[in-house]
C-alpha cells in the first residue's frame, strides 16, 4: 500500500472519530495523563539562598560539601495501548464491531497525544505474536499504527476489518502470550487495555494487574453480550497440564463470576467514545 493510500485510510478514521464524540469531553480527557510531577536532575553545590530543604545530606557526609538536588518537571507520558484482535473482537452491532470502535479510540490517543505532547506505544495482541508500534504521538502515529494493522492483515487495502483472516488465526498459546504481555505492566507508563477479555490474559493475571492504578482496563461489549437471553462472562481457563485452552462460558446474568476484576464495560452501540472519555476522567 502506498503512503497516499495509508494517509486516506488515517483520514477516514478521523472524520469518522469526530463525528461519533463529543468534543468537549475530548477535550477534558487532555489533562487525564499526567507525569509525576518532578524528576531527579542532577547535584548543585549549594551557594547562599538555595533551598535547605533540597541538601543532600548523603552527598555532604561523603564530599565534606553541601550539594543541593535539583529536579525539572516531568509532565509527559508514555501510554502503551494493548489492542485485542482474537476472533470474538469481530463481533457488533449496526455496523460497528468491537475491533472497530477499539480502532477509533486508539485514533482518539494519538491524536490528543500530540497537545498533550506524551507517546504512545500500540501493541497489536494476534493469537499467534505480538505486532509493536513504534512509540509516536499525533497523526504521524497514527498512520504508524494503520500501516501496522494493514501489514499484519488486521485491515484490508480499503482499511476495513479483514474479518475472515481474524476468525481464522491459530489458536493463541496463553502461556508464551501472558509472558510476552505481563511484562509490559511493570514499566513506569501508563497502560490501556482494550479487549472483550473472552480470549486475553488468565483470569489470575488479569485479577493481579488490573489493581494497578496505571492500568486501565475497558471491556468492549455488544447487546449480545449483555443480554439475559445469551449473557457472556470473562472466560476461565482449563486447568489441564500446559493445556493453555480457553474455556468459554456461558451464564445467566443471575451466577456468580469466577474472579472479581476491575474493568470498564463500553457498549459498542452506545456513543463509545464519550464514555471512554468519561470512564477516564
Not at 6 to 31: D, E, P, T, W, Y
Not at 68 to 84: A, G, M, P, Q, S
Not at 203 to 214: G, I, M, N, Q, S
Request: proline share 1%.
Amino acid at each position: 500500500m502506498k503512503s497516499v493510500e495509508v494517509h486516506k485510510i488515517v483520514q477516514g478514521m478521523k472524520n469518522s472519530l469526530f463525528k461519533r464524540a463529543n468534543s468537549f469531553s475530548i477535550g477534558m480527557l487532555k489533562s487525564h495523563f499526567r507525569g509525576t510531577g518532578l524528576k531527579f536532575k542532577e547535584h548543585q553545590v549549594y551557594v547562599h539562598g538555595d533551598d535547605v530543604r533540597f541538601i543532600d545530606w548523603k552527598m555532604v557526609a561523603k564530599t565534606n560539601t553541601p550539594y543541593i538536588k535539583t529536579f525539572e518537571e516531568e509532565r509527559n507520558v508514555e501510554i502503551t495501548i494493548l489492542l485485542d484482535c482474537s476472533p470474538g473482537m469481530v463481533i457488533g452491532h449496526n455496523g460497528v464491531s468491537k475491533i472497530q470502535a477499539a480502532f477509533e479510540i486508539i485514533s482518539l490517543l494519538y491524536l490528543l497525544s500530540e497537545k498533550t505532547h506524551d507517546y504512545i506505544e500500540t501493541i497489536i495482541c494476534l493469537n499467534d505474536k505480538v505486532v509493536r508500534v513504534q512509540k509516536k504521538r499525533g497523526e504521524a502515529g497514527l498512520v504508524a499504527f494503520v500501516d501496522s494493522l494493514r501489514k499484519s492483515k488486521v485491515i484490508d487495502e480499503n482499511g476495513e476489518v479483514n474479518t475472515e483472516f481474524l476468525v481464522n488465526q491459530k489458536e493463541r498459546n496463553f502461556a508464551k502470550f501472558d509472558k510476552e504481555l505481563v511484562r509490559e505492566f511493570y514499566k513506569k507508563r501508563e497502560v490501556v487495555i482494550l479487549s472483550d477479555f473472552y480470549e486475553f490474559l488468565s483470569p489470575e493475571t488479569l485479577k493481579r494487574l488490573t489493581v494497578r492504578r496505571h492500568v486501565h482496563a475497558f471491556r468492549l461489549l455488544t447487546p449480545l453480550d449483555t443480554s439475559d437471553e445469551f449473557r457472556f462472562t470473562l472466560v476461565g481457563r482449563i486447568a489441564g497440564k500446559g493445556s493453555g485452552r480457553v474455556n468459554t462460558r456461558f451464564k445467566g446474568k443471575n451466577e456468580k463470576l469466577d474472579y472479581d476484576f476491575r474493568l470498564k464495560d463500553i457498549d459498542v452501540s452506545d456513543r463509545y467514545l464519550d464514555v471512554f472519555v468519561k470512564e477516564m476522567l
